[in-house]
């Protein structure tokens, strides 16, 4: 099962991820929207795990949103509005298949990532428009080095 991690700079550097609530395709998901394709129905998952990494960051962190990508056994989904979130177990670093970032230098995207952080709602909305930068899991060092650098 492909689970979407929010996640902030800081996680890069940890032994393996925490258990966390996570996003994924879950059955709700795709009984609500039974003719998409599995693909398709990542997305919502993929969005909701951006948003939800907004709301891990506070005014000390890199102002980056942060999803991982990982594949996990599975993945229970946590009853409630959400119907992508999941109770994601300890995922270790060789479960990881990728990252997801704003671009750490694109100074406008981290003055609109930092004002969605202190609460501005129109910035909260203006975040959620931006394209996240892709990575692969071999680039996990590199990654951690330059949103250090940021």
Do not use: C
Not at 136 to 143: I, K, N, P, Y
């Amino acid at each position: 099962m492909r689970i979407y991690l929010p996640a902030t700079a800081a996680d890069l550097s940890a032994e393996l991820l925490a258990a966390r609530p996570a996003h994924a395709v879950t059955p709700a998901l795709r009984s609500s929207n039974p003719t998409e394709s599995e693909e398709d129905l990542e997305v919502p998952a993929f969005l909701a795990a951006a948003d939800a990494s907004l709301a891990l960051l506070t005014g000390a962190d890199v102002p980056v949103r942060l999803v991982i990508a990982a594949d996990v056994g599975a993945a229970e989904a946590i009853p409630g509005e959400d119907i992508t979130q999941v109770s994601a177990p300890q995922v270790p670093w060789s479960a990881v298949v990728s990252f997801h970032v704003d671009d750490p230098a694109d100074g406008e995207a981290a003055a609109l990532v930092s004002a969605a952080v202190g609460g501005d709602e129109e910035a909260i909305e203006k975040a959620g428009e931006l394209d996240l930068l892709w990575f692969d899991v071999s680039e996990r060092d590199e990654l951690g080095a330059l949103l250090q650098g940021s």
